[in-house]
């Protein structure tokens, strides 16, 4: 797991290609980054499937009920099947904008 902190918001790199290990990394590191918008990059790994990504469903509620942003980056699924509870994009890029909307909405109230 690599691990690269940008301002406000913590990059979390799966490395390995493995994402039950990965899971498991963050969560029980999760204390360390709870006060970090969290993006969990998995793009390298082309073989993440939606049962996997419906795992982090616990990690994301957590997380979102510290008041900070969980997003995950995932290439080839089908974003229409991803569980609204869940933020999932394509790209890095697109995960730092969801964060920035967020972090507005949170401070305008919302």
Known sequence: MKVDQKGHTTILKNTQGDCLAFL???TTQ?????????????????????????LFSDLSKTHKKGKKSFVMVVQDIDFNDVPTKLTVV???????????MEEIERDLGF
Do not use: C, G, R, Y
């Open 90 to 100: 394509p790209t890095l890029l697109e995960a730092h904008d969801i964060i920035e």
């Open 24 to 26: 498991e990394k963050v």
């Open 30 to 54: 999760h204390n360390s980054f709870k006060n970090q918008n969290l993006i969990l990059d998995m793009s390298m790994d082309k073989e993440v499937k939606l049962k996997q990504i419906k």
